[in-house]
């Protein structure tokens, strides 16, 4: 099981100043036990947190007895994305904890294979269980999807022994839908009229040297030839 070595903070001690040493600031708290503000090395929280995640029991020791507890909440920071604080939450002898575990899909679909969709609805799916058989994640196998319309649920995915799913059981967690080509239809672009061979767009200055048809008076009219 990891280890986490915690030691009492004093809070006139500010988060800079502990980093500034390679510590940083974190708290555990449960149903048993009251907010106490702790520091803990970073590098080594780093380390632990990329292996724990959320759903690892770690132990904490240093602050009295040794205390089993969940990284329950991270906070990092908003450009370099390092790790700022840290919550624990320390469990409680002998009870489930309801947790989200994460999902992990795995094989390849036929149905896929066939050139159609494979939708992922879900990424996690909340249980109550025995510290003991915490998960770190939940495999999904979607290998067993090979036609249009199948899917799997929440109640198929296999959960440890003391798990209770918590989530709706018929909430599809995975499904095919069928690809459909769309096409595109083609938009035939309007040529615009050549004017004639001599003639002059309204509005336009005729050329130099082209003749130019007189415009005739008002009250003249036109004679008709014989």
Do not use: C
Not at 99 to 109: C, E, H, S
Not at 135 to 142: A, E, G, K, S
């Amino acid at each position: 099981m990891l280890t986490i070595e915690v030691k009492p903070r004093e809070m006139k001690e500010s988060p800079e100043t502990l980093r500034k040493r390679g510590a940083m600031p974190a708290v555990f708290y449960g149903p048993k036990e009251g907010a106490t503000a702790v520091a803990i090395n970073s590098l080594k929280f780093e380390r632990i947190w990329r292996e724990a995640g959320e759903t690892t029991v770690v132990v904490l020791k240093g602050v009295g007895e040794e205390k089993e507890a969940l990284i329950h909440d991270v906070q990092f920071h908003p450009v370099t994305s390092s790790i700022l604080h840290a919550d624990f939450y320390v469990l409680e002898k002998g009870k489930k904890i309801t947790i989200k575990g994460p999902l992990v899909f795995t094989g390849l679909a036929p149905a896929e294979k066939a050139g159609h969709i494979l939708v992922k609805a879900l990424h996690e799916i909340e249980i109550e269980v025995a510290p003991a058989e915490l998960p770190h994640n939940l495999p999904v196998d979607v290998s067993l999807l090979a036609n249009v319309g199948d899917h799997i649920t929440a109640s198929q995915i296999p959960l440890p022994p003391s798990a209770k799913l918590i989530t709706n059981a018929k909430d599809i967690v995975a499904s095919v839908t069928e690809f459909k080509e769309v096409k595109e239809e083609v938009v035939a672009e309007a040529v615009p009229a050549t004017p004639a061979e001599g003639a002059v767009a309204e509005g336009a200055t005729p050329a130099p040297g082209a003749p130019v048809k007189p415009e005739a008076k008002a009250g003249e009219k036109k004679e008709k030839k014989a």
